[in-house]
């Protein structure tokens, strides 16, 4: 079979399991709870290596502190790693989101840029968090969102044979239509917690088994 044709194949599985993925969850949305793009950029580089519903039950009174860039960017640094130490790593989490902050007020006019270059030049986001930011906030869709989950069930589906995240989101860019890049992760995202865990995956009650090479079904 030709790279081509093999290609060809496997944009037409991605494309089913996507039809899939929004008939099981037709509802699925980002959970981080945030009222401006400022308080969404935030909260997801809080949510690094911790839950979201970790971060939403931090982000109500850090907010409440601190609703604004200019807020954040004046904060005492110390309130800042007290308000957020339940998310974990939290002395490099409040310098980060400080340091963002403060180069959003001052180059940016207190405003979230809305072009993926600028975005990952701010403390603490790399393409991950600015794809997850510009497509919520903004419906600007630059490129796919790899977190853990989409990262271990796009491996696991077959769609890619990377193990990095950038060429993962590459493939998976060539793969899928752009204004399904951002809920193609979302959904994937959902499946990994319900069905597709690292460690024991449900293959008996998933309905993307057939069109999964990694799944074990008992006959």
Avoid at 9 to 27: H, N, S, V
Avoid at 142 to 152: A, C, I, L, P, Q
Avoid at 166 to 177: A, F, G, N, S, V
Wanted: hydrophobic share 40%; charged share 25%; with cysteine.
């Amino acid at each position: 079979m030709s790279i081509t044709r093999k290609w060809s194949a496997k944009q037409q599985r991605a494309l089913e399991i996507l039809i899939r993925l929004k008939r099981l969850y037709p509802d699925a949305h980002c959970t981080l709870n945030y009222d401006t793009p400022v308080q969404l950029l935030v909260a997801t580089i809080l949510s690094a290596q911790c839950t979201d519903e970790r971060v939403n039950q931090v982000t109500p009174e850090l907010f409440r502190q601190f609703p604004n860039a200019r807020a954040i960017a004046q904060a005492d640094i110390e309130v800042l790693e007290a308000l957020v130490r339940p998310t974990g790593f939290y002395r490099n989490k409040a310098k980060n989101i400080q340091g963002a902050c403060r180069m959003i007020v001052a180059e940016f006019g207190g405003q979230i840029p809305r072009r993926i270059e600028l975005l990952i030049k701010l403390p603490g986001v790399a393409r991950k968090t600015a794809n997850v930011v510009l497509a919520n906030a903004f419906d600007i869709h630059e490129g796919v969102t790899v977190d853990t989950h989409v990262k271990r069930l796009t491996q696991r589906l077959g769609l890619t044979e990377h193990s990095d995240p950038i060429r993962i989101e590459r493939d998976l860019m060539r793969l899928l239509p752009m204004e399904d890049w951002e809920n193609w992760s979302i959904r994937l995202i959902y499946h990994g917690r319900a069905i597709c865990q690292a460690k024991k995956p449900k293959c008996d009650a998933c309905l993307l088994a057939d069109l999964c090479p990694s799944a074990r079904i008992e006959g």
